[in-house]
């Protein structure tokens, strides 16, 4: 075994030492758990050169040198993580830096593995003992100082941070750490690399440099607490946070207290806890919360309550603590509340009111909308029968007229004169002859069909529009409407017998508003109003009381 193999294997059984060291001297946390794994990547380095030097494979030793160069590579961003996670510097966490550091290291490592044509590294005599390294070396190289010039940054920049004076010594270590294995990382490469042709090859440089910054990293570990850190920022976080935060073993005893507490209670770590102190009694529903606190320890629950001393509305949340479904403690929060007790009433206030006024919108949209409804009626409808009038009946056949272009439908139209109405006005008086049409349109109406549509034409004549039927359907039911109203016997006011009226009707039976539309629709309607009006003026000239159709 040579003096070169016999170095690097004294550094690797050193840093062995201290990795058995640092596991049998600490609580091992998760963060001790990463640390010993990077730890164990330190060793690779060493124990690779001394591998290198005595297996007598060449295909040993190439991947002895590969595996060493990958390992300097994550060894690096593994010092630039844990420098972040020492000083402090969290805001260097992020990923997109992270990937900068992380992916050019990568890829290095990848051309090491692969050594295309050569371009890492190439035997000499046969053998990597001795070697001839190539561009991706010096590519690996570059990377790994700029490594140690990023970790030198992140270093500088906590050294000027708020938190100088608390992580100096810590960040000092750590420096001496970086420092030293870049030098002897520099010193192997100018001396075994640069110098090669001139020097003999000076073992174990950059082993010793992974050395001496293990010894920083153990010294900052054990001695400073470094990774108490987290003990620290996890202290900070909660003593900023807004509400009081108490922390209760299984005993009641007060683990863990934070600043924002101290208006609420004086508690200090180590005291007995009693919720019964800190809940006032005129406090609404206090006696469940306690029941809940005391009876059942592993349930959540949270209070709500006017302190009377102080004035202020205080919201309290307890919630245990498990490990392994296992209670261990409890953690509640005191949490003031008043402002925002203030703004829910003052919220609650405004809503009341706004719902007022909109309740009272509604009544008047409400109102509005009723008017508008019955001011759509009068427009619509005759005022004295409460039936439709000829300007509404006039626009519902418009739009049949303009339906009837792509759908042929068989429609009629029947014009209606009570007979001898002058006669009734004379003989009774005009409320009676109100009353005669109001009977008449009553008993029409109640003959008709839903979908049928009654009109005041005007004085005593009605006209009726009934689509959808051809002209046997309109005149059956033309005979029904003459039939019900003869037979109709109305009871009028201040007159001692029932008065009868017939009726007279000229029927137009349309088959199809398409065939006849050369005309606008205004024009067509007059058309067909003139037409069925001179059928009307045909019944009541052949008699009377009867029906008298003519074809559209």
Same mark, same amino acid.
């Given at each position: 075994?040579?003096?070169?193999?016999? +170095?690097? $294997?004294?550094?690797? *059984?050193?840093?062995? /030492?201290?990795?058995?060291?640092? %596991? @049998?001297?600490? !609580? =091992?946390?998760?963060?001790?758990? +990463?640390? $010993?794994?990077?730890? *164990?990547?330190?060793? /690779?380095?060493?124990?690779?050169? %001394? @591998?290198?030097? !005595? =297996?007598?494979?060449?295909?040993?030793?190439?991947?002895?040198?590969?595996?060493?160069?990958?390992?300097?590579?994550?060894?690096?961003?593994?010092?630039?993580?844990?420098?972040?996670?020492?000083?402090?510097?969290?805001?260097?966490?992020?990923?997109?830096?992270?990937?900068?550091?992380?992916?050019?290291?990568?890829?290095?490592?990848?051309?090491?593995?692969?050594?295309?044509?050569?371009?890492?590294?190439?035997?000499?005599?046969?053998?990597?003992?001795?070697?001839?390294?190539?561009?991706?070396?010096?590519?690996?190289?570059?990377?790994?100082?700029?490594?140690?010039?990023?970790?030198?940054?992140?270093?500088?920049?906590?050294?000027?941070?708020?938190?100088?004076?608390?992580?100096?010594?810590?960040?000092?270590?750590?420096?001496?750490?970086?420092?030293?294995?870049?030098?002897?990382?520099?010193?192997?490469?100018?001396?075994?690399?640069?110098?090669?042709?001139?020097?003999?090859?000076?073992?174990?440089?950059?082993?010793?440099?992974?050395?001496?910054?293990?010894?920083?990293?153990?010294?900052?570990?054990?001695?400073?607490?470094?990774?108490?850190?987290?003990?620290?920022?996890?202290?900070?976080?909660?003593?900023?946070?807004?509400?009081?935060?108490?922390?209760?073993?299984?005993?009641?005893?007060?683990?863990?207290?934070?600043?924002?507490?101290?208006?609420?209670?004086?508690?200090?770590?180590?005291?007995?806890?009693?919720?019964?102190?800190?809940?006032?009694?005129?406090?609404?529903?206090?006696?469940?919360?306690?029941?809940?606190?005391?009876?059942?320890?592993?349930?959540?629950?949270?209070?709500?309550?006017?302190?009377?001393?102080?004035?202020?509305?205080?919201?309290?949340?307890?919630?245990?603590?498990?490990?392994?479904?296992?209670?261990?403690?409890?953690?509640?929060?005191?949490?003031?509340?008043?402002?925002?007790?203030?703004?829910?009433?003052?919220?609650?206030?405004?809503?009341?009111?706004?719902?007022?006024?909109?309740?009272?919108?509604?009544?008047?949209?409400?109102?509005?909308?009723?008017?508008?409804?019955?001011?759509?009626?009068?427009?619509?409808?005759?005022?004295?029968?409460?039936?439709?009038?000829?300007?509404?009946?006039?626009?519902?056949?418009?739009?049949?007229?303009?339906?009837?272009?792509?759908?042929?439908?068989?429609?009629?139209?029947?014009?209606?004169?009570?007979?001898?109405?002058?006669?009734?006005?004379?003989?009774?008086?005009?409320?009676?002859?109100?009353?005669?049409?109001?009977?008449?349109?009553?008993?029409?109406?109640?003959?008709?069909?839903?979908?049928?549509?009654?009109?005041?034409?005007?004085?005593?004549?009605?006209?009726?529009?009934?689509?959808?039927?051809?002209?046997?359907?309109?005149?059956?039911?033309?005979?029904?409407?003459?039939?019900?109203?003869?037979?109709?016997?109305?009871?009028?006011?201040?007159?001692?017998?029932?008065?009868?009226?017939?009726?007279?009707?000229?029927?137009?039976?349309?088959?199809?508003?398409?065939?006849?539309?050369?005309?606008?629709?205004?024009?067509?309607?007059?058309?067909?109003?003139?037409?069925?009006?001179?059928?009307?003026?045909?019944?009541?000239?052949?008699?009377?009381?009867?029906?008298?159709?003519?074809?559209?």
């Amino acid at each position: 075994m040579s003096l070169g193999s016999c +170095v690097d $294997l004294i550094m690797c *059984f050193i840093l062995f /030492l201290l990795f058995i060291y640092i %596991f @049998a001297s600490v !609580t =091992v946390t998760r963060l001790h758990k +990463v640390y $010993l794994a990077f730890h *164990f990547s330190m060793m /690779l380095w060493p124990y690779c050169q %001394f @591998a290198i030097k !005595t =297996v007598d494979n060449p295909v040993y030793q190439l991947f002895y040198v590969k595996l060493a160069f990958v390992d300097a590579a994550m060894l690096t961003t593994g010092w630039i993580f844990f420098i972040i996670l020492i000083s402090g510097q969290t805001q260097f966490l992020k990923r997109k830096l992270l990937m900068l550091l992380f992916i050019p290291a990568s890829i290095s490592s990848l051309g090491v593995v692969l050594n295309p044509n050569g371009w890492f590294v190439l035997p000499v005599n046969g053998g990597y003992v001795e070697r001839i390294y190539g561009p991706i070396f010096w590519i690996n190289i570059s990377i790994l100082i700029i490594h140690a010039i990023v970790s030198l940054y992140i270093l500088y920049v906590a050294l000027i941070s708020d938190q100088a004076d608390r992580i100096k010594n810590q960040v000092m270590y750590m420096l001496k750490g970086i420092l030293a294995v870049t030098v002897f990382l520099l010193l192997d490469i100018f001396l075994n690399v640069v110098l090669d042709d001139y020097l003999p090859v000076i073992p174990g440089f950059t082993s010793l440099g992974i050395v001496i910054s293990a010894i920083f990293f153990l010294i900052t570990i054990r001695q400073d607490k470094v990774f108490d850190i987290v003990t620290i920022a996890h202290q900070d976080i909660i003593d900023t946070m807004e509400y009081g935060i108490l922390v209760l073993d299984d005993q009641e005893r007060v683990v863990e207290i934070n600043q924002a507490l101290h208006p609420f209670s004086v508690l200090k770590t180590g005291d007995r806890f009693d919720m019964r102190v800190i809940l006032p009694d005129s406090a609404d529903q206090a006696e469940l919360f306690l029941h809940k606190y005391l009876k059942q320890p592993d349930e959540s629950a949270e209070i709500e309550f006017l302190h009377p001393d102080s004035g202020l509305y205080i919201s309290i949340q307890v919630a245990p603590i498990k490990v392994s479904a296992v209670r261990v403690g409890r953690i509640i929060t005191f949490q003031n509340i008043t402002e925002l007790r203030r703004l829910i009433n003052e919220t609650n206030h405004q809503n009341t009111i706004l719902q007022e006024r909109n309740e009272s919108l509604i009544k008047i949209q409400e109102e509005l909308f009723q008017t508008n409804r019955k001011l759509m009626k009068m427009a619509i409808t005759d005022s004295l029968t409460g039936c439709y009038n000829r300007h509404y009946l006039t626009q519902q056949l418009e739009k049949e007229v303009n339906r009837s272009r792509d759908y042929a439908l068989p429609s009629a139209l029947i014009l209606i004169d009570i007979d001898f109405f002058k006669a009734v006005n004379d003989r009774y008086g005009h409320l009676a002859g109100d009353a005669v049409i109001c009977g008449t349109v009553e008993v029409l109406q109640q003959t008709l069909r839903q979908d049928d549509i009654l009109a005041r034409y005007g004085g005593e004549e009605f006209i009726i529009y009934l689509p959808g039927t051809d002209e046997a359907q309109a005149l059956a039911i033309a005979e029904q409407l003459r039939s019900n109203i003869e037979s109709n016997k109305m009871s009028i006011d201040n007159i001692d017998h029932p008065v009868s009226v017939t009726i007279s009707m000229g029927l137009l039976s349309v088959r199809d508003f398409k065939a006849r539309q050369p005309k606008e629709a205004s024009a067509y309607l007059s058309d067909l109003f003139k037409t069925v009006d001179q059928a009307l003026y045909a019944a009541k000239h052949q008699g009377r009381n009867r029906i008298v159709p003519v074809k559209g």
